[in-house]
């Protein structure tokens, strides 16, 4: 049999354990063979690899030099959904490995494994058994990280987590498409309000007031038109480009609306 044992070198100045494999080979070519794992742990030669002391880690470690594996980080909103996912799914996946291992249904009616029920049920749980193996070297993580107990349930962890979360959330408005004006309208006054707020989903400020001035609040003749150009603003400063507005009454008495901004 062969057995380690290990000596002290002072190798750079440095103390050193080696390791030495004491023991004999049956032949060249085994010793040579084995002369791989030998290499690595000491074997018939003095082995390279040098093993630091307690002290020297110690040392490595206050001066930030020692490299320490970091955890991978978990998206905690993905890992929520795939565990719901998975628990929504494990009593089906239970199920049908207990049929296909049985050859029975879940009726207890045997099944012949080369029936097209039984395919089908194997193609089923082949599905779910990938969804559950990924999810459950996911959920081995959580619990070891301790946002899962050893029920499978979210921890106080979690939920502290996912509070916090929530508070952090800026919950950003959606973006406001222009508003496009119609061409007909019964009223006058109806045709001025969109013809404002078509300038005003863009960004600009109009005075209203000056808008009925200039156009007039009361119903015009038949197939006269009625127009005028609105001066704009933004933040209270005057724009280059104005709101351009002709209302034209048709001979039915509805109203014509044609609104720009130049």
Known sequence: MSDLSNTTILFNGVKRELWIMKGTYKNNAENRKLGRVGNKYGGAKASS??????SELDQETREGTRKVPSKKKIDLDSAYDAVNIYNEIADEHGSLKHQLEQ???EKGKDIES?????KAKEKRFNALDKKV????KLRSDLKKRGYLDGNGNWTDKYWSHSDEQKT??????KSKKPFEPETYYKTKGAAIDDAVEMAESRGYEVDYGDVTNRIGTGNHQLEETHQATIELTKDGKPQKKALQISIYRMPSGKYELTSYIN
Do not use: I, L
């Not at 690899?49 to 307690?54: D, R, Y």
């Not at 080369?114 to 039984?118: F, I, T």
């Open 49 to 54: 690899k040098v093993h630091p002391s307690e």
């Open 103 to 105: 050859g029975r249904d």
């Open 114 to 118: 080369d029936s097209a029920e039984y």
């Open 133 to 136: 193996q990924k999810t459950n």
């Open 168 to 173: 952090k959330v800026v919950v950003k408005p």
